[in-house]
């Protein structure tokens, strides 16, 4: 009888017996390693009364609230792979960096995933009880979120709905080519794109959720007092206000700091817009009930309204979330991929001649068809993403305990995930500076199999972002018709982000569109 055992001691420091008989393996492990404390976990320093405020504070501080990336770097090269950090006294945070770390996150997220963010915006539901049930999905946790969450991804979750918007989509993204083009000076400049594109996802918002033409590129929609305008400065305006309310001393739960009183006009605003479509567009079904085509296609917000499992307050709380979450975070992650494009020539040419293989011509609508084609497409997308997120990564409340990077890490704890700073490291990506589509592409030489883990830019599990999928559409569509119609240039230095909460392109986009054609 042929045996053969094999001991060996892993990093940890137990005994990992593997047992070899007639082709059958059998792993004996000890578990005689005891997870570390929970205090023991290294971080930053955190004083009496302000915690570690003070390696934030301007001039005098190692970090920066606006560049949670450069901090989450330094942390992990002084610190490791798990850091823990108490920026408000008595509210430790953990920072993990792993793959393997943040998969163990997921694990212990629960059956309703929480997270501890947008605080000071569920307070401003919450004090008009008249308008909001709730926070909204943002912040909201448990059942009351799941209760939401459940009726409100039934439409924009589904693939089908998703794909009945690309008529208008297509041709509100032409409508924004032409803007391109007609704002074109002699050296074939478009200037700072992002506020264009803030407009074209704007208008998007209104067609695909509200049914409704905001008019966004109209000469009248352009001054700084127009709807479009306000509602654009509104969403900047709550978002950038975010992390300092969530993370600072919150001292907006007594009194209206500066800050808040930012953020509840902000939010009084799109609030007040929102009531007035949402109101609009019940009459509009009272008008038409029984009247409408087998054609028709509802809106979002028709299907919303038409759900028996939501109520008024609840729709309107979703029609502000969804302009609130869709203006900045599409803009800025187009801006970025566009930025890579330019700076990347090879990629440039990959994806135009895509584009030509799919559209015929210029002014060709981009189908379901198309977009299930656009391998190469997706790959610039997700790369984009693995080196400009959306956001520095993913926060959650610990549901249950957990070992993370071989310390207890007790249930209740706020762990944040460091997806933006590990998405950049030589460890889980070869050459993790250099824009390569490639790398997603089976096939390709430049392809690598990556953890799941470390590139997730809506999120993960149930608590994934509600719109992914109508968000990805939009940008596929909007970069197959950029690159088939124009060569896209660069004017200005090395891009880099701001942290806003959402990730901000940190200079004017200065790209330039030339017409192939």
């Given at each position: 009888?042929?045996?053969?055992?094999?001991m060996?001691?892993?990093?940890?420091?137990?005994?990992?017996?593997?047992c070899i008989?007639?082709?059958?393996c059998?792993?004996?492990?000890?578990?005689?390693?005891?997870?570390?404390?929970?205090?023991?976990?290294?971080?930053?320093r955190?004083?009496?009364?302000?915690?570690?405020?003070?390696?934030?504070?301007?001039?005098i501080g190692?970090y920066?609230?606006?560049r949670?990336?450069?901090?989450g770097?330094?942390k992990?090269?002084?610190?490791?792979?798990?850091?823990?950090e108490?920026?408000?006294?008595?509210?430790?945070?953990?920072?993990?960096?792993?793959?393997?770390?943040?998969?163990?996150?997921?694990?212990?997220?629960?059956r309703?995933?929480?997270?501890?963010?947008h605080?000071?915006?569920?307070k401003?539901?919450?004090?008009?009880?008249?308008?909001?049930n709730?926070g909204?999905?943002?912040?909201?946790?448990?059942?009351?979120?799941?209760?939401?969450?459940?009726a409100?991804?039934?439409?924009?979750?589904?693939?089908?709905?998703?794909r009945?918007?690309?008529?208008?989509?297509?041709?509100?993204?032409?409508?924004?080519?032409?803007?391109?083009?007609?704002?074109e000076?002699?050296n074939?400049?478009?200037g700072?794109?992002?506020?264009?594109?803030?407009?074209?996802?704007?208008?998007?918002i209104?067609?695909?959720?509200?049914?409704?033409?905001?008019?966004?590129?109209?000469e009248?929609?352009?001054?700084?007092?127009?709807?479009?305008s306000?509602?654009i400065?509104?969403?900047?305006s709550?978002?950038?206000s975010?992390?300092?309310?969530?993370?600072?001393?919150?001292?907006?739960k007594?009194?209206?700091?500066?800050?808040?009183?930012?953020?509840?006009?902000?939010?009084?605003?799109m609030?007040q817009?929102a009531v007035?479509l949402?109101?609009?567009?019940?009459?509009?079904?009272?008008?038409?009930?029984n009247?409408?085509s087998p054609e028709?296609?509802?809106?979002l917000l028709?299907?919303?309204?038409?759900?028996?499992?939501?109520?008024?307050k609840?729709?309107?709380?979703?029609?502000?979330?969804?302009?609130?979450?869709g203006?900045?975070?599409t803009?800025?992650?187009?801006?970025?991929?566009?930025y890579?494009?330019?700076?990347?020539?090879?990629?440039?040419m990959?994806?135009?001649?895509?584009?030509?293989?799919?559209?015929?011509?210029?002014d060709?609508?981009?189908?379901?068809?198309?977009l299930?084609?656009a391998?190469?497409?997706k790959?610039?997308?997700?790369?984009?993403?693995r080196l400009?997120?959306?956001?520095?990564?993913?926060?959650?409340?610990?549901?249950?305990?957990?070992?993370?990077s071989?310390?207890n890490?007790?249930?209740?704890t706020v762990?944040?995930t460091?997806?933006?700073?590990?998405?950049?490291l030589?460890?889980?990506?070869?050459?993790?500076?250099?824009?390569?589509p490639?790398?997603?592409?089976?096939?390709?030489?430049?392809?690598k199999?990556?953890?799941?883990?470390?590139?997730?830019p809506?999120?993960?599990?149930?608590?994934?972002?509600?719109?992914?999928?109508?968000?990805?559409?939009?940008?596929?569509?909007?970069?197959?018709?950029?690159?088939?119609?124009?060569?896209?240039?660069?004017e200005?230095g090395?891009?880099?982000?701001?942290?806003?909460?959402?990730?901000?392109?940190?200079?004017?986009?200065?790209?330039t569109?030339?017409?192939?054609?």
């Amino acid at each position: 009888m042929l045996s053969m055992y094999i001991m060996r001691m892993d990093k940890f420091s137990n005994f990992r017996i593997t047992c070899i008989r007639f082709n059958t393996c059998i792993r004996l492990e000890s578990t005689s390693v005891k997870p570390k404390n929970f205090c023991d976990i290294p971080g930053p320093r955190s004083l009496p009364l302000v915690g570690t405020l003070w390696k934030y504070a301007p001039m005098i501080g190692e970090y920066e609230f606006t560049r949670l990336h450069w901090n989450g770097l330094r942390k992990y090269q002084k610190y490791g792979q798990i850091v823990r950090e108490e920026i408000v006294p008595g509210v430790p945070i953990v920072w993990v960096f792993s793959p393997e770390d943040i998969g163990r996150v997921f694990k212990a997220e629960g059956r309703y995933p929480e997270r501890r963010s947008h605080l000071a915006l569920a307070k401003c539901r919450q004090d008009k009880p008249e308008v909001f049930n709730t926070g909204g999905l943002l912040p909201t946790n448990g059942p009351e979120w799941w209760r939401l969450r459940s009726a409100f991804q039934r439409e924009i979750s589904k693939v089908q709905c998703v794909r009945g918007y690309l008529p208008t989509t297509n041709t509100v993204i032409s409508e924004f080519l032409e803007e391109l083009k007609s704002n074109e000076s002699s050296n074939k400049t478009a200037g700072d794109v992002l506020p264009k594109l803030s407009r074209l996802f704007l208008e998007l918002i209104g067609v695909v959720a509200f049914d409704i033409r905001l008019e966004s590129f109209s000469e009248s929609e352009k001054s700084p007092m127009s709807k479009s305008s306000k509602l654009i400065e509104a969403a900047h305006s709550i978002n950038s206000s975010i992390l300092s309310t969530d993370n600072g001393l919150q001292m907006w739960k007594w009194f209206d700091t500066p800050l808040f009183r930012k953020l509840k006009k902000a939010h009084s605003y799109m609030e007040q817009i929102a009531v007035q479509l949402v109101l609009q567009k019940m009459e509009l079904m009272k008008e038409c009930a029984n009247k409408c085509s087998p054609e028709h296609h509802p809106s979002l917000l028709e299907a919303y309204l038409s759900s028996p499992d939501i109520d008024y307050k609840d729709v309107i709380g979703m029609a502000v979330d969804m302009i609130l979450a869709g203006i900045d975070t599409t803009s800025n992650s187009v801006s970025f991929a566009l930025y890579h494009l330019a700076k990347n020539p090879h990629a440039q040419m990959k994806l135009h001649e895509e584009s030509c293989k799919l559209l015929s011509r210029v002014d060709c609508l981009v189908t379901a068809e198309m977009l299930s084609e656009a391998q190469y497409t997706k790959a610039v997308i997700k790369e984009s993403f693995r080196l400009n997120p959306i956001s520095v990564g993913i926060g959650r409340i610990l549901a249950q305990d957990a070992v993370l990077s071989g310390y207890n890490v007790p249930k209740g704890t706020v762990v944040v995930t460091q997806n933006q700073v590990s998405c950049r490291l030589a460890r889980y990506f070869e050459s993790p500076h250099d824009f390569l589509p490639e790398r997603w592409l089976k096939g390709e030489e430049a392809h690598k199999p990556a953890s799941p883990y470390l590139v997730l830019p809506f999120g993960h599990g149930p608590r994934t972002c509600i719109a992914r999928r109508l968000a990805e559409q939009n940008m596929q569509v909007l970069l197959l018709k950029v690159a088939r119609r124009y060569k896209i240039g660069w004017e200005g230095g090395m891009l880099d982000a701001v942290s806003l909460l959402i990730n901000k392109p940190d200079q004017p986009v200065l790209l330039t569109f030339q017409d192939r054609h």
